[in-house]
C-alpha cells in the first residue's frame, strides 16, 4: 500500500509540475511565440513618375551636340564648345553641318595657340574658331547632309561669316580655310536630328 501511494504522489507530483509549467505558458506568452524577424524599412519617399521621351526629347537626345559629346574622339571639340557656349545652338532645330577637328588636331597646336584659346579673355575668338567649322543649312544651293556635290570644289560661308573651301575628289573629302591650310575629312559622318557631324584632322582659321 504504501508502495502504491509513493507511486501515486510520484505521479501527482509530476502532473502539478506539468500543470504549473502549462499554466506559466500560459500567463507568459513571450516564452512559446518566437520573436517575429524584423521586416526591412520600407522607403516611403514618393518617386516621380517615370517620365515618357516625347519627340523633343529624342530629337535633343540626338542632335548634333549629343553626337559631338558622345563621340570619344572630338572630346577637346566638345570641351570648347561648351566653353564657347554653342551648346544650345548645336541642340536646337535646324541644319548644321560641323567640321570637327579631332582630339589629335587640338593635340597638335602649339602651346601658345592652346593658351590663347583657353584664356577666357579670349572666349570671342574661341567662340569664331568654332564657328568657322560649321555650316548651317544649304549653302549655294548645296546641301551638305543630304546632297553632297559629286566632285569639285566649292566655297562656303560658316557660321562666323568666313569662307570655307570644300572639295570632293572621288571619295577623298578635304576643307581648307582662307590660307590655304588643308584638313581631311576622317570619316563617313555621323547623322544627327538637326545636322551631321564630320570628323577631320586639322583645326582651320587659327591665328
Known amino acids: 500500500m504504501v508502495k502504491s501511494t509513493s507511486i501515486l504522489y510520484a505521479l501527482m507530483v509530476c502532473l502539478l ?47 548634333v551636340m549629343a553626337r559631338i559629346i558622345n563621340k570619344s574622339g572630338l572630346k577637346k571639340f566638345a570641351s570648347y564648345t561648351v566653353t564657347a557656349q554653342l551648346p544650345d545652338t548645336l541642340s536646337a532645330k535646324g541644319n548644321y553641318i560641323v567640321f570637327a577637328p579631332n582630339n589629335a588636331a587640338f593635340n597638335a597646336l602649339s602651346e601658345s595657340k592652346v593658351a590663347f584659346y583657353s584664356n577666357v579673355g579670349n572666349l570671342g575668338e574661341l567662340s569664331n574658331l568654332l564657328k568657322s567649322h560649321i555650316i548651317v543649312g544649304e ?19 560658316t557660321m562666323s561669316g568666313k569662307t570655307l573651301t570644300v572639295k570632293k575628289t572621288g571619295e577623298k573629302i578635304e576643307v581648307s580655310d582662307s590660307k590655304s591650310k588643308k584638313a581631311v575629312v576622317v570619316n563617313n559622318g555621323v547623322n544627327a536630328s538637326n545636322g551631321m557631324v564630320y570628323v577631320i584632322d586639322k583645326v582651320l582659321f587659327t591665328h
Do not use: H, M, Y
Not at 518566437?34 to 518617386?47: C, L, M, Y
Not at 549653302?139 to 560661308?157: A, L, R, S
Open 17 to 63: 509540475i506539468t500543470s504549473c509549467k502549462d499554466e506559466t505558458k500560459k500567463q507568459d506568452p513571450v516564452v512559446d511565440k518566437e520573436v517575429p524577424a524584423q521586416e526591412p524599412a520600407i522607403d516611403a519617399t514618393p518617386r516621380a513618375a517615370k517620365r515618357v521621351l516625347t519627340e523633343e526629347d529624342r530629337s535633343l537626345l540626338q542632335s
Open 139 to 157: 549653302t549655294n544651293g548645296i546641301d551638305f547632309k543630304n546632297n553632297w556635290p559629286k566632285e569639285g570644289k566649292t566655297t562656303v560661308k
